[in-house]
Each structure stands twice: as structure tokens, then as C-alpha cells.
């Protein structure tokens, strides 16, 4: 068993690929009201659970399978639209905890903020929007290789402006910054779930693509996938 299965919990097996993996390389789906199949993305859910890898593929072909009936042996209803919900849910679940680092006081936002912050070598992430200018990512790259201590940033661009204001409850959100704290690393977590699921990478590591080249040895991105905006 590895590492992570350790800290997470036993091991279970993707309906799917009939392949061991910690819970936090799978997503959990259960019975709901109706006979309605529910996915668990905090893996709380009372009942019995079905499992499936962190990836949009492996959800798409556990429906057209129809891996949860048989593992259920029972009849259920199975949303032919499910990869999607469950996208959607990730993606809501990290819009909250980033409204929760910003309630902890963690989050900064506002080009000048952000890029003082980032400069100094005091953000554990830095946010852009992904409908924002390229120009302006470009140039929070360039403050990151001017920090005092080169490391690896994450630069999260997966969200829309509007999901950020949403988030954060401010006006025209480009760009944001977190400071290093639990809030933090709960936001971090849940949107490298999102991101794994998308790529369809249901293994140890999400696959991360550069900004921009000049930004490549300090800095890391996520493709928007599907459901972005």
C-alpha cells in the first residue's frame, strides 16, 4: 500500500479499471433518494458505496457500462450526463474553499497586491482568471522569478472572473494570491482534484502545462478542461 492510501484510508477498487487505489485517487458514488445515483465528493454519504478513478473517462465508461448497476446489484438511476455533474461538483467544491481561505484572511486580489506579494516570495498560490489577458499572467510570471527564493508556485487558472467575485464576494477578480495556511492547502487540494479529473489522471500527479515559457521553471498551470469558462 502506498503512501497516500496510508494516510487516507484502505484502499478500493475503480468499478472501472479493477484497480486498487487510495480513496483520494477515486471518486464515490451512492444510492440517493429515488434510486437515484449520487456521487459523494467529500465521501461522506451514508450507504454502500461504488467507487471510480479521478477521471472524467472512467466516469463516462462506468456509465455506458453500466458498472454501477452491476456492482450495486440493484436497480439505479444513473444520470447519462454524470461526468459532467460530477465536474461541476468539483468545481464547486473548490470555489467554496477558496471562499473559505478568503474568510481566514488568506486571499489577496488586485493586480498590484498580488504582484507584491508574489515578488516578495510570500504566496503560496497565485490565482488568474481564466478569462483574463494573458499579458497580465505574463507579467505575475515575471514577479514570481523575482522572488528571493525561487520555488515552484502553483497559478491556478481554471476559474472564470465571475466565479472568483463569486468566491471572494469582490468586483472584477483577475487575479488573486493565497497566503501559506490550512485554508490554503484545503483549496490547493480540492483544485488538483478538480484538475486530475479533467485530465483524466487518475494516477499519483496531476499533468501541469506552463503559463508562458518565461515563467516555466517557477511556475504552474492547469489546462481549463471542459467545463471552464
Known sequence: MNRRAEREGPERTCVVTRQGRAPE????????PDDVLVPDIRRKLPGRGVWVSLSTAAVGEAVKRRAFERSLKTKVTVSPELPAEVDALL?????QA????????????????????AQAGRAAAVIAASDG?????????????????AKEIPVVAIF???ELELALGREHVIHAALAPGPATEGFLARWRRLV????????????IDPVES????????????????
Open 25 to 32: 485517487d477515486l471518486i464515490r458514488f451512492v444510492v440517493g
Open 91 to 95: 468545481a464547486r467544491d473548490a470555489v
Open 98 to 117: 477558496l471562499a473559505m481561505a478568503n474568510k481566514a484572511g488568506l486571499v489577496v486580489s488586485g493586480f498590484a497586491k498580488v504582484e507584491a506579494l
Open 133 to 149: 489577458a494573458e499579458d497580465g499572467k505574463r507579467k505575475i510570471g515575471q514577479a514570481l522569478r523575482r522572488a528571493p527564493v
Open 160 to 162: 472564470a472572473a465571475a
Open 196 to 207: 486530475r479529473f479533467r485530465t483524466n489522471d487518475a494516477g499519483e500527479t496531476a499533468s
Open 214 to 229: 518565461d515563467t516555466r521553471d517557477q511556475t504552474k498551470t492547469e489546462p481549463a478542461g471542459p467545463k471552464a469558462e
